[in-house]
């Protein structure tokens, strides 16, 4: 498993969808806000926002296409006939982006404190790195539901855009919704970047009341684990398997390759 994790980190390095995504869009969009709006006030939640984002559009949509893309070029098709489990993979792949995600935020949250003054303790910090660790993992088991559920670029692009958008208007990442309706309130904490915002929120601006974080952390942990099973149940390791691929018919075809 480590030697595909390390391959699938190397991968993801030299994907230009994760060069613009993970690395220059989380950086251009602290330094051109910060600098704009130039509010101390509004630093801890711009630099919440911000990793969050990153974690949201990260792993929708780097994640899928590179699920999708290495699917296309027959990468799935010579695992399938190992005895590799599809969990094992998920999880491998999972370790990358995450490795990378926490990288990348470590530089944001330098940025954050060296660039626009936001000011984090030990604690604060650690709940961040947690926050961001099982955000991370119920993200990229998301992005894995879309590319199982595309059948091309253009259909994994509508798909990650259907699901990463309305997530992002319905959460409070970059502005309040007191003044929202109540419908929008309502379906923003039906989804889980909601309440990766809300814990990443209270560990950025609590000044010390942390107690808050561990409620929204749970939710989104339950998300996670319904996320990955999600995931593992409609993996393909083909674009012409059908999307409900169970492991009784992953091992029939082992066998009949075995056989032939």
């Not at 604060?124 to 894995?144: K, M, P, Q």
Request: glycine content about 6%; aromatic content about 12%.
């Amino acid at each position: 498993m480590w030697t595909i994790m390390t391959t699938m980190l190397r991968s993801l390095l030299r994907d230009s969808h994760t060069l613009v995504w993970n690395i220059a869009f989380p950086v251009a969009m602290l330094l051109g806000l910060g600098l704009y709006f130039n509010d101390p006030d509004y630093s801890p939640r711009l630099l919440s926002g911000v990793l969050t984002t990153n974690i949201l559009f990260g792993a929708t949509m780097v994640t899928a296409f590179q699920v999708m893309a290495q699917r296309n070029r027959g990468v799935y098709k010579l695992l399938r006939a190992t005895p590799f489990r599809t969990t094992h993979f998920i999880a491998a792949m999972t370790g990358g982006r995450t490795i990378l995600a926490l990288f990348v935020s470590l530089c944001v949250i330098a940025m954050g404190v060296m660039i626009l003054g936001v000011r984090l303790s030990f604690v604060s910090l650690a709940l961040i790195l947690l926050v961001l660790l099982v955000g991370t993992v119920c993200f990229t088991a998301i992005g894995f539901l879309a590319a199982n559920l595309s059948k091309d670029e253009n259909n994994v692009n509508m798909i990650s855009n259907l699901m990463s958008f309305p997530m992002l208007l319905t959460s409070e990442a970059f502005y309040s919704l007191s003044s929202a309706p109540n419908w929008i309130v309502t379906l923003g904490q039906l989804q889980p970047f909601y309440y990766l915002v809300e814990a990443m929120s209270i560990a950025t601006q609590s000044q010390g009341h942390y107690h808050g974080i561990w409620m929204p952390l749970l939710i989104l942990l339950g998300f996670t684990v319904l996320s990955i099973g999600a995931a593992a149940w409609t993996f393909r390791w083909d674009g012409e398997q059908p999307v409900w691929w169970h492991p009784s018919s992953r091992r029939q075809v082992t066998s009949q390759t075995e056989r032939g």
